[in-house]
């Protein structure tokens, strides 16, 4: 495993979020959701899709806090433009269970 420095990790740029909306993504190759983050009125919201439908249906997804990293560049999906990268890991089956803060934490919170 490469080792890396702390400026290294600071160039990462990882924030909590609320889901606001949320909705099926049937353009996708891959079965997926499209969703709205808010991110708190420094970065406002942004929106994303992912392949997290084995655990997630999208109306099970309003409200929750999830972590993203918010300074990637927007990278063109079909025909939606995902802003942020919404994080996870994978379970036993490889299947993304999002990362979420165990508490209710303020909106645009950076991950340190």
């Known amino acids: 495993m490469a080792e890396i420095t702390f400026d290294d990790f600071m160039k990462v740029d990882i924030r909590v979020g609320r889901i606001t909306r949320a909705e099926p993504f049937p353009e996708a190759r891959k079965p997926a959701i499209k969703m709205w983050i808010d991110f708190g009125d420094d970065i406002g919201e942004r929106k994303t899709s992912a392949q997290i439908t084995k655990h997630y249906a999208p109306e099970t997804l309003i409200g929750r806090q999830v972590m993203a990293v918010v300074n990637f560049p927007p990278r063109q999906i079909g025909k939606f433009m995902s802003e942020v990268l919404v994080l996870g890991m ?12 165990d508490q209710d934490v303020p909106l645009g919170g950076r991950l340190h």
Do not use: S, T
């Open 90 to 101: 994978p379970d036993a089956d490889g299947e993304v269970v999002l990362v979420k803060p």
